[in-house]
């Protein structure tokens, strides 16, 4: 058995519901901000050439943990590629 952190990397396709969470997520973070950091602007995270995005484990959790349930609309698709 392999270890895996919650600090290494994972890629997921994220759903057109994901990103608009995400966006909306970054806009709230925007709005707390906007005194102390004027120029914020959101990028979604970097994205290999098959569609999939990366993101630590532990940052996609803490994004999209809310939002996963049994009926859920997915905010990522279910398939999720790990480097170990």
């Known amino acids: ?3 895996f952190n919650i600090n290494d990397f994972v890629w997921v396709k994220l759903t057109a519901y994901g ?3 995400l966006k909306r997520q970054n806009n ?3 709005d707390k901000l906007k005194y102390s950091m004027s120029d914020y602007s959101f990028k979604l995270p970097e994205k290999d050439e098959d569609g999939y995005y990366k993101f630590q484990l532990w940052y996609l959790m803490q994004t999209f943990g ?3 349930y049994n009926g859920c609309r ?3 698709e279910t398939d999720i590629k790990i480097d170990i």
């Open 19 to 21: 990103i608009t969470e």
């Open 66 to 68: 809310p939002f996963m």
């Open 1 to 3: 058995m392999k270890n």
């Open 28 to 30: 709230e973070l925007s």
């Open 74 to 76: 997915i905010p990522f």
